[in-house]
């Protein structure tokens, strides 16, 4: 049974996570803290450990390196976000735990990878090692949805991105933005989490994009997808994007293998209109995220005017103020 000190722990532990989230290639972003209770009931974190950019090594190996060789192992108590990796030859974290002396971990999640899931438990158990699982897991999952659809699904996550005007304009001739610039900082937090951001080539060629995740600090390699009709060829070159032709009637088949292909297990799509329909229409997407400005667009075209009951009956994930503007998360239906 979980104590109220540990479940704080397991807070910690998930908003810990948070610091690599999206800079750890095909692993998800998992903290270990290390607590010891030789002294104190309320524990003493003596070490934690976030999985390395690029995935490896894993956190639990981050954690346990920094522990000193003279301490009492038997009262520490190492806090998981995720379930510890396990395969039978290697030196898997499972392994790693059991003979760093640790014998009480708390989990927050088993892991959804089927090669995994319940293996690093199980081994754990066996060891006579005291293993528990918080199953509050909202936060964690929540923030590493893209690796758990991914995992259980074999499918990309996709989230669809559309900033509108309070008069619904997805285009304002008289500015490249919709929204404002603290909302444009949350945008790139949104590109921070996926593998791949892609545009259609109308906004490649209106806009000409960065498709960059500019956030200080940062350096995320995002690949960089623009969509183009079926069996057409880029009217232009240009190395810096992948140009990927999908067929509207068959979007999920025909864009699913040349995801799979380039790793993609992510992938935002961030318009234009057009872009955004089919994606739409083909049911083709986990969320949508759309940014709404307060303030009208006095110049544009009917063309780029959304339909005011295109999200109605959608379920609403979030709906925050943001500065001026309002971002509003819709999930599908069945996701
Ligand atoms: N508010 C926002 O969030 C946001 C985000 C991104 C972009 N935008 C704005 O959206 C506007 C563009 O939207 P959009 O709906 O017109 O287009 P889009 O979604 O950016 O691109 C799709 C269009 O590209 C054209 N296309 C595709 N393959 C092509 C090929 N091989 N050769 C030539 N053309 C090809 C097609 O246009 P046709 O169907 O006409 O052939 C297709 O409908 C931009 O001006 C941009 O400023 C807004």
Redo the contacts with the bound molecule.
Sequence with gaps: MLSGVDLSYVRSVQNLSLKHLGLTKENPSVACLIVDFNKDVNGKVISFGLTSLNGRPHAEVNALKKISKKIDRRKLTAYISLEPCFKKKLNSCSTLLYKAGIRRIVIDSLDPNPEIYNKGNLFLKKKKIKILIANSASKFKELNKYFYKYKISSQPFITL????SQNGY??DFNSLD?TSKKTQQYLHYLRLRHDAIG?????LI??QPQLTCRLNGINKHLKKLI???KN????IQNKNFQFIDYDKNNLKQSLYDKLSKSNIRSLLV???????MTFFKAGCYDEIVLAKSKNNVVSSRA??KINKNLFDGLLERSNNNYGNDKIIVYKKNNV
């Design positions: 991105k559309l900033a509108i997805i285009k919709i545009v259609g080539y109308n906004t209106d806009d969509f183009i009709k057409t060829k880029s009217p961030e318009g234009g209109l057009s872009t955004f063309k780029y």
